[in-house]
């Protein structure tokens, strides 16, 4: 399979898992991968967007396009540890996704890769992110890797890393503010 292939490939893969966790399990397709067919057109950024066959699900569907900027990022050569490298590529991957959150007007970002050799799929977030989820869900129930790309004493931004699947189960979409089905969808920033 083509790197292409691969990448489109772990985008649906990370659709279906968002759906599966937006809708608690009902199901797996209310969220789809973003073809890059008209996305320039639309002005849609990110890699997930809302499936447009998705009927009982679109609020919640909805709710999170308009809150979040998804960037899934399935790379041969990403490994956790290269973040210690100035040369990882992980930092220019996360400009580009604080800008495309920046021009949707400051949706959180998520950046979504998948950690070699063991396959591990980890989420990555911003320090505004992180600060807005305690506020919603407290103190974390699992382990965050805090990493600053210029470690200086008046760094701000920070990337924090942890396990997809931890977060998945210890958060709940219905505490950052998700709609019920059929519910009008209501931006939760």
């Known amino acids: 399979m083509s790197a292409l292939g691969r990448g489109k490939s772990f985008e649906r893969t990370v659709a279906k898992r968002l759906s599966q966790w937006l809708?608690?399990?009902?199901?797996?397709?209310?969220?789809?991968?973003?073809s890059m067919m008209g996305r320039m057109?639309?002005?849609i950024y990110g890699d997930i967007v809302p499936n447009p066959n998705t009927k009982r699900w679109k609020a919640p569907a909805m709710w999170f396009s308009d809150n979040f900027v998804i960037d899934a990022k399935n790379r041969q050569a990403f490994r956790v540890v290269r973040l210690l490298n100035p040369g990882c590529p992980f930092w220019e991957w996360w400009e580009k996704l604080?800008?495309?959150a920046a021009m949707c007007g400051g949706r959180k970002r998520m950046m979504i890769l998948l950690n070699k050799p063991?396959?591990?799929k980890i989420l990555a977030l911003g320090s505004a992110?992180?600060?807005w989820l305690k506020e919603k869900i407290g103190d974390f129930p699992f382990p965050l890797l805090k990493v600053w790309r210029h470690p200086t004493a008046d760094a701000t931004e920070a990337a924090f890393f942890c396990d997809l699947d931890q977060f998945l189960r210890a958060v709940s979409p219905v505490t950052l503010g998700r709609p019920e089905p059929g519910q009008v969808a209501e931006e939760v920033l």
Do not use: F, P
Request: glycine share 12%; aromatic share 0%; hydrophobic share 20%.
């Open 23 to 34: 809708t608690e399990g009902t199901t797996d397709s209310a969220l789809a991968r973003q």
């Open 41 to 43: 057109v639309e002005k």
């Open 98 to 100: 604080s800008e495309d």
């Open 118 to 120: 063991g396959c591990e």
């Open 129 to 131: 992110e992180v600060g």
